[in-house]
Structures are given as C-alpha cells and as structure tokens.
C-alpha cells in the first residue's frame, strides 16, 4: 500500500526522524486555522499518490495568506494528475543547506534490501543514474543484521581527511540507523526521503552554532501488503488499486480477505471505469489466480473486451469469500457480460468456490440476463458444473460453461463475443421499446 | 533423474495437523511420496493418515529419521519461525507454500538459508512434481495424473495454477514433464527461475524448459543471461502475461506481490531480452506445443 507524504512522514517521525512542522488541512477552514499555527513562509503541498508533484505545480512556498488561499481553492478538491485532492499540508519551510536523496527498498534478484544514498537530492534518482552516476552510493543490506554502524562509517567518513569526529558524518548514520529501523519495523517495501535536507541546526535563541542536522522534507513510503496483519494500530488511510481514493467496490473487496487470512479473494481489485485513468469497460472479471488472471485479461482485451475490473481469488478461498467477491464485482452497473476463469487449480475447492459465486449471483439485483462465461479446472470441477447446469435451468441464467480441455484464451472469445451479441440485442430491444 | 523431488525423497510437514496440512498429506500419500514425520507445537503423539506427529523439527528427526525436505503450511505469521526451525537442522529443501508472508520475513529465511546452505522454495509456492517419480507440496492437487505425465520437459510457472495449466496444455500436446516447478508469486523468492534452469541443465532428463513469465520482476532478464552466458544451453521457451497492465499506472500491484507494474523490465524490453538471448517467446499461450515439437 502506497502511503501519502503526511501518513509516510508520522512514521519516519515515529523512529525519531525530524520532520518539519505540519498541519493537515482538508477545507479551506481548516486552512485558516492552521494559518494560525505557522509563521510565513509556509510549504503548501497537495497530498496525492503520483510523483513528480513538484514539477506539476503541487507543492508552492507561499508568503502571504492570499496566495495560501489561493492555492487551497486551486487544488481542494479538485483533479491533480487524474487524483482527486483530499488534503493539503501546510509544513514550515525548511533552510536547506544541501539536498541529498536517500531510499531503502528489496533487490528482488540479490533478494535483499538495499540502500541508495545521492548527493544529488530534490530530483528524479533514474535522471541522477543517468546524468551523475558517480553521485550515488549504494550499500547492501543483510537483513538479519541490518546495517553495520561500522561499515557506515567507513562509507561515509573514510574519504575525509579529518578522521575524528565529524558532527555531520555521524548526523547522517544516525539517520540511516533510523530509517532502517522504520523500514523493517512497520514492513515497508519501499521508503524514499528526497529531498534529505541537510540542515543549519539553530540554538533556542536562534544563532547558528555551527551544528547541522537532517530533515525528511519528503517521504514516499509502500507499504508491504502482506506485513498490514501486523500493524492494526498503524493509521494510514485506506487507498485504491489505482488512485489514493478507492471506488466503494475496492474497499469492499479488499474488506473481504481482512478477517480471514485463509486463500485470498479480492485483496487486489483494480476498477476499470474510465476515471481517473484506464477505460471503461462492461465485462465483469472474476479470475482465479494470479498467473491466470493475467492470462484472462489479455485474452479478453486481445479479443477485442473491455474489462469492467480486475480481481482474482486463489489459494482455496471459502465459499463465503468468493460470494462476497461476487457481490462486490456484480454490483457494477452497465454489465454486459460476467467472466469466472481460472486455470486449473492443484487445491482449490472448485465446487466450494462456484457454489460461493452462485450464492453471489443470487443476490444481484436485477437478476443477470447477460452471458456468463466460466471457464475452470481442477477438484470437483465436474460435480460444480453439474451443479451450474441445474441452477441455470432454474434460475434462467445464461451460463456457458467450459472444462480444462478448452484453453483459457478460446473461453475469454467466446465471452467477448456473447458480450457484442448481448449489446446489440439489448440496443435493439430499447429501440423496440420506444416504438 | 529429474530435480528437486523423486522416488527417494523423504518429507517432513510443518504445520501437519492443519486443514491445508492433513489435505497435502494424504494426497501425497496417495501419490506414493514418503511423508515420514510431520510437526505442530503441543500436538507432538497424534497421527495424521498414519504419520507420526511431533511437537518440533528437531524430535521429529531423531524419532523419525532425516529428510530431504521439509513443507511449511503454517498460518503466514508463524511460517518464519517454522522456516528458521527448519533451517537451523539444515533440511536440505525447505518448501514454503504459505501465501501472504511478510518480505521482510522472507528476506530473513533467505538470508538464514544462504548461511546454511539450504534451499528454500516459495513463499507462495505450490510446490514441485516430478510426475511418475514424486511431488513436493500441492501441486496437482488430489488428481496430479490428469494434468501431469512423465516426459522431456521442464516447467516454471511462479503460478500455481499455471503448472497445472502447462501441464495440461504440454500433456495434451503429446509431451511429458521432467519435473514442474511453481516457484511463487512474491516480491522476494527463494528460488528463482535462474536457480532452476541451472538444476535443469544438469538433468539429463529435461531436453526443454518452458516458463510462464509475468509483469514485473526481473526473473525473466536474469534467464536471458544465463542463457546468454552459455551457462544454460537448452531451448527455453516463455510465454508472458500481464501486457494489460502497462497501461496502468507504475507501482499498481495485481495478484501476484511481485507482480508490480513498472517494477525492473517492462513488458516490452523482457521480450527483448529474451529474444536476443535466444530464448523463445511465445506469443499465444497454446502455441507452446508446437514450439516444443519444433525444438525437440
């Protein structure tokens, strides 16, 4: 889980990382009072999940009240790079002397984490790689022991030619100590300062006495999801596949998989309604798996289908999961097709699972009249599709039903296909209507 | 020959007396595989499927005799510590199929491992079939015989229910499998598509690899170069999934943790790579039968 600057800045804070002064503001009162509680100049910065804010015009260092009003009526509630603004923070300015750049995240080949630290602090890390190569340090990490106080010091202060204590030199691991101690702590897959601030400390009557200190002016923090089961008491804000703001749809399904550890179904739900990015689609998915699901979507775009959402349950979810799944899933309205594919599976339960869909399936108001295509595998598959069959009858549901001896993509055509029959059948149907 | 899992190999299962754990059991008992101990703390004396049960991994041994291989199916909370414990007696394979563990976890029993010169395989991972010889984990599940078939190729699916699928898909094209290897979906892995093909290259049984690739991760780009490095030397065919998800935004997740669009490779250039290291990549899924036959 992505984390906004505000909530990734509470944790650095947490382990002991100074961190400007802040006020979260979500209204323009809100503003108004926080105004109040800092002295100008102050950093107004809109809180959104997509990078580069700064260049787009996220962040402005205002002097007067005017301008921070101004700039609050500007982005509250309004679109940022396709995310809607739900809050603003208001932090003290920070005199930088120097901006560095500094991150810890996995090597998913050395399978460890790492440690990237830049002189050059405040821009892109993939243009410094490109343009100054010689800027960055990189320190691998053993997880089990962390970083070594030692080797840092020998990284940070062996090149300088006075080898006793540097005030600064010690400053920054002391830093790092901590910033590893946050990223292992809260389970963080990604924790990124930029820019550090390195900054003149003041004595309290405000002279500068020649100490320095550093300042987190930034965080970007992704949150490991399968670390969350941990961390109830952590306070960050629920977030959508796509944008900060999840659809209702999203939070439901990632509510699903919450209380019961056991198989997973709806912990990743992506909505593909047109806003604020990817199209729109009409073909519900309910994928199984998270290889094959894969497989579904491209199949079913390659046959010219548009998704209405992505999801998958896998890893032998109970009945009630998938129902709750399919609720959630069905519940879009505009659907001209329903899709359950998965491949075959080694231990899920197929008749549990299906039996969970029709129970769903049950509940969805108007009652589906658009073709549902599945296409499954694996244990008790045949005892499953028996039952589908009887409760088509029934119910007079329009299911299309194929084993493992159909391959995946050849299952999403056919969906699609039923799809555009649906559609110009229904269009029909209006325009009969009319007359 | 095959690798990782055959006739001889000896289980122990973590987490036995679960629902997941007694499944696996008697399905591997069904399979004809050894499942000689297994361990779950303070129901050490009960039995499942005629297997003794022991309070830790350690008794176990002594009681019951060494193993190759011991499988984790424990909740994701408790599956480091079970791990360590494995570890620790230096079990030569430690398969981890729980799913959701956290990666910090996972870089700490890989890290623990390395020290010990032991393997793990997983998290997340359905484990291995060697058909007609033995099977790790549930892959295959109760009915491994109507998917799987004893033959020249080697399969690698960080999927689950992709092993079954290409077995099925390889099956029906006329061909059997070496060994089938689900290695997991998470960001961090403890053995990776690279680690297989160099087990593959060693077996004289496998004459082709075929792997089921996935947006995201690098797995894909370290194959190609050790291909590329003459250090695999047999055809390796891929197949790749996820080209819907380029057009979402960088860092969104999909099913698999280490399925993060924009992480390492795109789509684009892993295909690139693999091309020129001479790999072959599939374009449609069910064309992998044909590129078998054309390279056997």
Redesign the interface.
């Known amino acids: 889980m992505k984390l906004y600057e505000f909530e990734g800045l509470r944790i650095l804070s947490k382990v002991g990382i100074e961190t400007p002064f802040f006020v979260m503001t979500s209204d323009l009162d809100a503003v108004k009072q926080a105004r109040k509680r800092l002295k100008f100049p102050i950093v107004a910065k809109v809180q959104v999940l997509s990078g580069n804010r700064g260049r787009r015009g996220g962040v402005k260092v205002c002097t007067t009240e005017k301008q921070l009003t101004a700039f609050a009526r500007e982005h509250l509630g309004k679109e940022f790079n396709g995310e809607q603004v739900r809050f603003i923070a208001l932090a003290e300015k920070v005199d930088i002397e120097s901006e560095y750049y500094i991150s810890i995240t996995y090597d998913t080949a050395l399978k460890i984490p790492f440690l990237l630290f830049s002189q050059k602090g405040g821009v892109d890390i993939e243009e410094v790689k490109k343009a100054n190569p010689e800027a960055i340090i990189r320190i691998d990490f053993d997880p089990l022991a962390g970083p070594i106080k030692k080797d840092l010091e020998k990284i940070f202060r062996g090149s300088t030619p006075n080898r006793g204590r540097t005030p600064k030199e010690d400053r920054l691991i002391d830093f790092i100590l901590r910033l590893w101690d946050a990223f292992w702590r809260y389970d963080c897959r990604l924790i990124e300062v930029n820019p550090l601030a390195l900054r003149r400390a003041q004595s309290k009557r405000g002279s500068v006495n020649g100490e320095f200190d550093y300042v987190a002016v930034d965080a970007k923090i992704i949150l490991d999801d399968a670390g969350l089961a941990r961390h109830r008491d952590l306070d960050v804000l629920s977030k959508g596949a796509i944008s900060a703001i999840p659809s209702q749809r999203e939070l439901a399904a990632k509510k699903i998989d919450e209380e019961d550890y056991r198989g997973s179904a709806g912990s990743t739900f992506i909505e593909l309604d047109g806003s604020p990015r990817g199209e729109a689609g009409d073909i519900a998915i309910l994928a199984s798996g998270g290889g094959a699901s894969l497989l579904v979507m491209d199949a079913v775009i390659a046959s010219g289908g548009r998704p209405a959402n992505y999801t998958e349950y896998s890893g032998n979810p109970s009945r009630e999961k998938v129902e709750k799944l399919t609720q959630v899933t069905l519940s879009r309205k505009g659907l001209s097709g329903c899709l359950v594919a998965g491949a075959v599976a080694n231990f899920t339960d197929i008749y549990e699972t299906l039996s969970g869909f029709v129970q769903g399936l049950g509940q969805i108001k108007p009652k589906p009249d658009y073709p549902i295509v599945i296409r499954r595998g694996g244990p008790r598959q045949k005892e499953a599709y028996e039952m589908l069959r009887r409760v088509a009858k029934k119910e007079e549901y329009d299911i299309h039903l194929f084993g493992p001896e159909t391959p995946i993509s050849v299952a999403c055509k056919k969906m699609v296909e039923l799809s555009n029959q649906f559609k110009v059948q229904s269009a029909k149907f209006k325009v009969n209507g009319k007359k | 020959m095959a690798i990782l899992v055959n006739r001889e190999t000896r289980i122990l299962i973590q987490g036995i007396t679960g629902?997941?754990g007694m499944?696996?059991t008697s399905e591997l008992l069904d399979y004809g595989t050894r499942v000689v101990s297994g361990v779950t703390p303070g129901k050490g004396g009960q039995e499942v499927d005629t297997v003794p049960v022991f309070n830790s991994v350690s008794e176990a041994l002594r009681e019951a005799g060494p193993v190759d291989v011991a499988m984790i199916y424990v909740?994701?909370?408790a599956s480091y510590e079970a791990a360590v414990e494995a570890i620790e007696v230096q079990i030569p394979l430690v398969h981890i199929f729980v799913?959701?563990?956290?990666?910090?976890d996972t870089?700490?029993v890989?890290?623990?491992a390395s020290q010990k010169n032991v393997r793990v395989l997983g998290p997340a991972s359905?484990g291995a079939i060697s058909p007609g010889e033995g099977k790790i984990g549930?892959?295959?599940?109760?009915?491994p015989d109507?998917?799987f078939s004893k033959g020249p190729v080697g399969i690698i699916?960080?999927?689950?229910?992709?092993?079954?699928?290409l077995?099925?898909?390889v099956t029906?094209g006329g061909f059997g499998q070496s060994t089938v290897v689900g290695i997991g979906?998470d960001?961090?892995?403890?053995t990776?598509f690279v680690d297989l093909l160099l087990e593959f290259e060693k077996d004289s049984q496998t004459k082709v690899v075929v792997a089921?690739g996935?947006?995201g991760?690098?797995a894909e780009v370290?194959a190609a170069k050790v291909i590329e490095e003459g250090k695999f030397t047999k055809p390796f065919i891929v197949f790749l999934?996820?080209?819907?998800?380029e057009?979402?935004?960088?860092?969104?997740?999909?099913?698999?943790?280490?399925?993060i669009v924009g992480?390492?490779a795109t789509m684009e250039q892993k295909i690139k790579i693999l091309k020129n290291s001479g790999a072959i990549v599939a374009e449609?899924?069910?064309d992998i039968p044909k590129l078998i036959k054309k390279v056997l």
């Open positions: 629902k997941s499944q696996v909740p994701p909370l799913e959701k563990m956290p990666v910090f870089a700490r890989i890290a623990h359905v549930s892959v295959g599940g109760p009915a109507a998917v699916s960080k999927s689950g229910g992709m092993c079954s699928e077995g099925l898909l029906n979906g960001l961090l892995v403890g990776t089921f996935e947006v991760g690098s370290e999934a996820g080209k819907f998800a057009k979402l935004p960088h860092d969104t997740a999909l099913g698999h943790a280490g399925a992480l390492e449609n899924f069910e």
